[in-house]
Nanobody, 119 residues
Framework: QVQLVESGGGLVQPGGSLRLSCAASGIIFNINRMAWYRQAPGKQRELVASLADGGTPNYADSVKGRFTISRDNARNTVYLQMNSLKQNDTAVYYC?????????????WGQGKQVTDSS
């Protein structure tokens, strides 16, 4: 199976920047999609950004122009660069990976990292 380990997060002043990382390890066949979700207390988990192989990044309207999703050359790590952080960005951020083998896509989740805007 695949394990996703997130790093980064923390307390940031309003307007500050932060980068989250999510590294995949284990038995990987083809991670063809990676994404970031977030969940604030009392709210549903929502998609923040996603990136599929050969595709263009997809962003929630609330973060478009401020956040950037990217992957490294090995395609086993996804990053989320977060700029101009706002109060409503405060949430636990989870990475998600789709690992595809012979027509079956398995979904894996990271453990989540807290991001807090100190406004």
């Amino acid at each position: 199976q695949v394990q996703l380990v997130e790093s980064g997060g923390g307390l940031v002043q309003p307007g500050g920047s932060l980068r989250l990382s999510c590294a995949a390890s284990g038995i990987i066949f083809n991670i063809n999609r990676m994404a970031w979700y977030r969940q604030a207390p009392g709210k549903q988990r929502e998609l923040v950004a996603s990136l599929a192989d050969g595709g263009t990044p997809n962003y929630a309207d609330s973060v478009k122009g401020r956040f950037t999703i990217s992957r490294d050359n090995a395609r086993n790590t996804v990053y989320l660069q977060m700029n101009s952080l706002k109060q409503n960005d405060t949430a636990v951020y989870y990475c998600k990976a789709h690992d595809r083998r012979i027509g079956v896509s398995r979904k894996y989740w990271g453990q989540g990292k807290q991001v807090t805007d100190s406004s």
